[in-house]
């Protein structure tokens, strides 16, 4: 794959709880509970494409419970900014777990810093997009994030 240049800009969301252990902006975590596109060893920053979609990523990685505090920024990615686009049928197995060939892919898309962002397929939204974001990439200082706002959780969500 080779890396584009945006031609506009674009926003991606990220719900986390502000008075955790790591603000919601951040790779910290990726590094402790990894997830589909990293390793330990290959921080990244998962945002979605859709508020809609991160709040459907938030759940299928939650308890079954409604998250306590939990608010989200909207982060703005401005044009000229690099960027990759993987279409699933690239990378076959992608989306089985153990998620050994994802991580894979995406350790090496964030330690060749191939691209500032990098768009992946979301498991629970096939139709969406997730955006990783690589914070050790030149060009991550251009990126803008929002002040956090609340996420109002419909109960219906959670059986209530």
């Known amino acids: 794959m080779t890396a584009q240049v945006l031609d506009r800009t674009l926003s991606s969301f990220r719900i986390g709880d502000p008075n955790g252990a790591y603000p919601i ?14 390793t330990p060893g290959s921080p990244v920053i ?13 759940l299928v990685h939650g308890s079954g419970r409604l998250p306590p505090n939990q608010h989200y920024v909207q982060v703005t990615i401005p044009r000229g900014l690099t960027y ?16 050994v060939v994802s991580k894979r892919f995406g350790e090496d898309w964030c330690l060749q810093k191939r691209s500032a962002i990098l768009f ?26 929002s002040l956090h706002q609340p996420v109002y959780w419909d109960k219906r969500l959670f059986g209530a």
């Open 120 to 145: 992946v397929p979301s498991v629970v939204a096939r139709l969406d997009n997730n955006i990783l974001i690589n914070p050790a990439h030149p060009e991550f200082s251009s990126i803008a994030v």
């Open 25 to 38: 902006f951040d790779a910290t975590g990726s590094t402790i509970a990894p997830g589909r596109w990293n």
């Open 46 to 58: 998962y945002s979605s494409e859709h508020y809609s979609t991160a709040v459907l990523e938030k």
């Open 84 to 99: 990759e686009v993987l279409l699933g049928a690239a990378v076959p197995g992608w989306d089985t777990m153990p998620a």
